[in-house]
């Protein structure tokens, strides 16, 4: 008799909520420079993404999540569409600098990544399943239209259904108060939805955990 092999990976588990992570990204010139290692803050940026995806990925967990991507400079675009965590592309290139290098707009890239959330919200499926979004911004330093952006995220954060979140890619020793100003007064809550992140990991992990807070503190793995 012939026994049975074993199961490999973890059991996904069904859904019973739906969560979209809308990862904002800079794309701005300054990206290109070296970030705390022998890579640039862009490239560091591209394997904490590659990385987070891969991680949702195998989750047992990954039926209730589905992600985006949006680059910006002075202008956003849609990099990567709506796509289940089963299914999205964890070897994808997620550097944000192609067809960017500009200036930093954190209002145009907060207005598409909500153009994206509100969609994925809106056309729910009558199903009984709650489903909400996380707007996960990165960026390396201020925002050259700091008060329209302001003005906007006013507005922004009138819908309960949607969370926003932000990092700020930082050098070692460098201490920029605009950058951390702007991205602390989008967010939903300016302690718990902010952090200072320095190399792909730390901001891979505040990604991760961001996410898993906003859905109720669901374990990822």
């Given at each position: 008799?012939?026994e049975q092999?074993p ?5 996904s588990?069904p859904?019973?909520?739906h ?8 794309g ?6 070296l970030g ?11 394997i ?5 995806l891969?991680?949702f ?7 209730n999540?589905?992600?985006a991507?949006?680059?910006?400079d ?25 067809g ?8 145009a ?18 199903d009984?399943?709650k489903?909400s ?5 990165m ?6 239209y700091?008060?329209?952006?302001l ?5 922004l ?5 949607i969370t926003i979140?932000?990092a700020l ?8 108060v ?14 718990l939805?902010?952090k ?8 891979r ?5 961001s ?11």
């Amino acid at each position: 008799m012939f026994e049975q092999p074993p199961v490999i990976g973890k059991v996904s588990v069904p859904r019973n909520f739906h969560q979209l992570g809308v990862l904002i990204l800079d794309g701005s010139g300054s990206m290109g420079n070296l970030g705390n290692g022998n890579l640039t803050k862009a490239d560091e940026v591209n394997i904490a993404v590659r990385d987070l995806l891969t991680r949702f990925k195998i989750s047992r967990v990954k039926n209730n999540f589905s992600f985006a991507v949006v680059t910006f400079d002075t202008q956003a675009k849609l990099h990567t569409p709506v796509t289940s965590a089963g299914t999205v592309d964890d070897n994808e290139d997620y550097n944000p600098l192609p067809g960017h290098g500009g200036g930093t707009n954190i209002g145009a890239a907060l207005q598409e990544g909500w153009r994206v959330a509100e969609s994925f919200i809106k056309s729910a499926p009558a199903d009984g399943v709650k489903h909400s979004a996380v707007l996960l911004i990165m960026s390396d330093g201020e925002c050259q239209y700091a008060q329209q952006t302001l003005q906007l995220v006013e507005q922004l954060k009138s819908n309960p259904q949607i969370t926003i979140s932000a990092a700020l890619l930082n050098k070692l020793g460098e201490n920029d108060v605009a950058g951390r100003q702007i991205l602390r007064s989008v967010v939903t809550n300016p302690v718990l939805d902010f952090k200072d992140v320095y190399d792909a990991e730390t901001l891979r992990s505040f990604f991760e955990k961001s996410m898993s807070r906003a859905s109720g503190g669901i374990t990822i793995g």
